[in-house]
């Protein structure tokens, strides 16, 4: 890179220029054009190349090399990332029995029962073939009869990732996006939060803009704002389209959900006008027009635009439009299963009730729900019952000896995390734990600037 | 060390000295042991340090400051079991100062100036490590027990144990990190003491030291007879001008009358209240390899 490269853009030309380098599409991958006759990649099989990062199954498979518990227990990370039909996990038992190896020179796979799945998706194939090639003195101090896919159960997970902000929680969730479109072809939904001013600050999701289409609703104006860093530059307008490889427009929850294409990662804003919300939800959802504070029996507020993902998760959990792999990634998870939610006008405490009593339901539709927080405790306590998989990010402690929601307990006796650095956690289940970490997602491109994107609802005030 | 004889073992083990410890019989017996796993491994962490602890007593110590050094880790490693007294009355009897140290010291303490022949006085140690060292360790293990960590079996969907850590290779006393801090404190608070102070301000300072060291066990007017009431005190600290022959000793009887005492209650407090970390020296750590 040349010396010109490392000072500050300092011009809204040179930011412009930044901006088109960084969200430069990837036009050649299926998820890039669905209608393709031929057969395509997909994105996951790009992005990690992108970043310029090994694949998932070397990182284990070198890991294994050195007992470290990420594969030596995989039911605490591998299996936050890899998901598996009660299918594939017969498939993976027999193949076990018939003594697969995992060749880690190659990136092909040797056994034929494999070879269907290596052509569609070449890298869930070989993380495949290294789950299945145990001789069960992988896992655990050598304990004979179990085996790495004895520790998977068939469907969708959820993840609670927890710690301070600048722990790196952003390129986490960039990084667990990647790995299971990589491992999953998993269509991945971040949802990004709006304040009051439906406002998203300081849009984080900017690397990965070459494989991202925004979801926004149909009826609501947008509004994208350029601000770059250097001082006296002033902010500029861009247009969405510019920025990110696809727009989307829903007209409903439900309609977003047939919109939805495999291995695709959707960067999601929620309508606050709810539109469609009540077809699928039988819940309260006021949109800025109904609300009058003097008519008698209109509700006296708007609900937050953020009960939307309610309307959503009944969309996506009790239709079966779409069933494929998805996770949604749900940053400030507190906002929306707030710990504090009351049966008020929105029915927040129904609706999350609700939500909750749906999470089995979401699993065997393949549904994954990671959420993010700063402290464990922010989610509302009847959710922190169904949760199964926990994430404790650097710099914060594990609660050790103490109870959680639902009689559990984490199975660490130590504390790892406080002192691990940047870039690295440890994740847990109720009976295991491994230390983990994860790259530094550079692309080798940089924007001097911050995004922020708006949305104004026409005929009301802002 | 000292000016006896060594004999290093043939494969490089620990060192034995002539009228020492014999690591050479310890280590064949303990060869035997059963093989199982330690499930509270804080438990036998602790009998390793302390078996060598024993093992310093056993061999003799080069001088009276070597033996307050010892004191200082014994205190620690026994959580605060041996106590100050103990030390103390060691530290200022003529004849277990004469059996305790091996080097040219030790014929000035004997009683008619005429100390035990070195093999004798190996007895005598052997002796005063059953009577009194021995017992302490046994008292500090009973107060382990049940607080050291038992890492058990996961038992149900069979996924194996998760590691229990090595206790041959642990780094922390009992694998208390907090026992490892003012085991730290502690040993550079009794060095600075015993080697002298260059200034009052220096004194000073150390006292604030000290206080984290002890745990706030030093009564508080020890600073203030010190630097205060006792000038000649005062002058036998601080060598800046000079270090009388009295100065040394006089320090150290200070560190044995004043400093140790407030040591073991230190280490008995902070025992009782420290939580337990692995921490192997040997380092095998879970962190994986770099995500490349």
């Known amino acids: 890179m040349s010396l010109q490269g490392l000072s500050q853009a300092d011009s809204e030309a040179e930011v412009r220029r930044q901006l088109e380098a960084v969200t430069a599409p990837h036009e050649s991958s299926r998820q890039a054009r669905p209608d393709a006759a031929r057969r395509l990649h997909n994105d996951g099989e790009r992005i990690y190349k992108d970043f310029n990062i090994q694949p998932f199954h070397k990182y284990l498979w070198r890991n294994e090399q050195r007992g470290k518990n990420v594969a030596s227990y995989p039911s605490a990370w591998v299996g936050a990332l890899l998901h598996l039909e009660e299918r594939e996990l017969e498939l993976l038992e027999a193949l076990r029995d018939d003594g697969v190896q995992y060749e880690p020179g190659s990136p092909r796979v040797e056994h034929p029962a494999l070879e269907e799945i290596w052509e569609e998706t070449p890298l869930r194939a070989k993380t495949l073939e290294w789950v299945a090639a145990d001789d069960g003195y992988r896992t655990g101090k050598k304990a004979k009869g179990s085996t790495t896919v004895d520790c998977f159960t068939a469907g969708g997970t959820d993840l609670q990732i927890y710690g301070e902000p600048g722990s790196g929680k952003t390129t986490l969730a960039e990084f667990v996006a990647l790995t299971k479109q990589q491992l999953n072809n998993e269509t991945v939904i971040w949802a990004d939060s709006l304040d009051s001013s439906l406002t998203s600050e300081r849009c984080e999701w900017v690397l990965y803009a070459p494989y991202t289409t925004v979801a926004v609703p149909a009826h609501v104006d947008v509004e994208v704002t350029v601000h770059p860093k250097a001082p006296g530059v002033s902010s500029f307008r861009v247009e969405l389209e510019e920025i990110v490889r696809d727009v989307l427009e829903y007209e409903s929850p439900l309609d977003l959900v047939r919109q939805l294409e495999p291995g695709q990662f959707y960067v999601t804003y929620p309508d606050p006008t709810f539109a469609g919300c009540e077809d699928v939800s039988s819940f309260a959802y006021h949109s800025p027009g109904v609300v009058d504070r003097d008519a008698e029996g209109a509700p006296n507020s708007v609900t937050p635009p953020n009960h939307w993902w309610f309307a959503f998760w009944a969309a996506r959990v009790t239709h079966d439009e779409f069933l494929h792999w998805t996770t949604l990634l749900l940053d400030e998870a507190g906002n929306l299963l707030d710990p504090d939610a009351s049966k008020d006008e929105h029915q927040t405490y129904q609706k999350l009730v609700w939500f909750m009593e749906k999470f089995a339901d979401a699993r065997k539709k393949g549904v994954s729900l990671d959420t993010m927080t700063h402290a464990i405790t922010e989610i509302h306590e009847k959710t922190r019952r169904k949760q199964r998989r926990w994430l404790t990010m650097n710099g914060t402690a594990p609660p050790l000896g103490k109870t959680l929601p639902g009689e559990k307990t984490c199975p660490m006796k130590i504390d790892y995390t406080t002192d691990m650095d940047k870039g690295e956690a440890q994740v847990w289940t109720t009976k295991n734990y491994a230390s983990i970490n994860w790259p530094n997602l550079k692309r080798g491109v940089r924007l001097d600037a911050e995004i922020d994107v708006s949305f104004s609802v026409p005929g009301v005030d802002a | ?226 630097l205060v009431e006792e000038p000649d005190t005062l002058a036998l600290l601080v060598t800046a001008n000079g270090d009388p022959r009295e100065g040394r000793f006089f320090r150290e009887s200070f560190a044995a009358e004043y400093i140790l005492p407030a040591f073991a209650r230190a280490a008995r407090e902070v025992s009782d209240r420290a939580g337990e970390q692995a921490s192997d020296e040997t380092r095998t750590d879970h962190s994986p390899i770099r995500y490349k």
């Open chain 2, 1 to 226: 060390m000292t000016n006896q004889e060594r004999e290093l073992k043939g494969d490089g083990g620990l060192e034995e000295l002539e009228h020492g410890f014999r690591w050479g019989d310890v280590d064949e017996l303990l060869a035997d042991l059963p093989d199982g796993s330690d499930l509270r491994p804080a438990i036998p962490a602790l009998t390793r340090d302390q078996r060598e602890l024993i093992a310093r007593l056993v061999d003799g110590f080069a001088d009276r400051r070597a033996f307050l050094e010892w004191a200082q880790d014994a205190v620690v490693l026994t959580l605060g079991e041996l106590g100050g007294s103990w030390v103390r009355s060691r530290a200022f009897t003529g004849v277990d100062m004469s059996v305790l140290l091996t080097g040219p010291e030790r014929a000035q303490w004997a009683p008619d100036d005429d100390p035990l022949p070195p093999r004798a006085a190996k007895r005598v140690r052997l002796g005063v490590a059953s009577l009194d060292v021995l017992p302490a360790c046994v008292d500090a293990h009973r107060h382990l027990r049940w607080s050291a960590t038992e890492y058990t079996n996961q038992d149900g969907d069979g996924e194996g144990v998760q590691e229990v850590p090595d206790p041959t290779s642990q780094r922390h006393p009992a694998m208390r990190p907090a026992l490892t801090e003012i085991d730290e404190k502690q040993g550079w608070a009794l060095r600075s003491l015993l080697d002298g102070f260059r200034s009052e301000d220096a004194v000073l300072a150390w006292f604030q030291v000290l206080n984290e060291a002890a745990y706030a066990e030093v009564p508080g007017e020890l600073a203030t007879r010190v």
